[in-house]
């Protein structure tokens, strides 16, 4: 990803993580994106240049469709976040995205992929157990 394109990149993500969390009921509403923009700063500090964090602009031919930040540890990818522009959704460019994250990771000598999905994601964890992905932890709640 350029780093011109890092604050609109940060911003949208920001977003989408705030309102992930306060519809989990992880975060209030209300202090959902000031956490979140917090958060992305913590994680991504030196923005496209942060160490082990990549950053692409997925593309379809000349088209802009999406993003993609994985971690790399080791021999480990954590995909922090997947997305695909919602005139783009339902196409299978999700799967087509994590076939080539899968290959790059072969080459890369990376031997696992792992990701955190919120439960009430139903269409991404569909997609990722199509794709493989087994379910490690699970967190629950009940509201007293």
Known sequence: MPKEHFSDFAESLSV???KDQADAGIWPRDEALF???MTTMELLPDGVATKDHFLWEVMQGKEFVGTLWVFQEGKTYFIYDILIFEAFQNKGLGSDLLVLLEENAKKRGITEISLHAFAH???AVHVYKKMGFEVVDITMR???
């Open 16 to 18: 989408g993580y705030a």
């Open 35 to 37: 956490k979140a923009r």
């Open 121 to 123: 994601n139903k269409r």
């Open 142 to 144: 009940k509201y007293v």
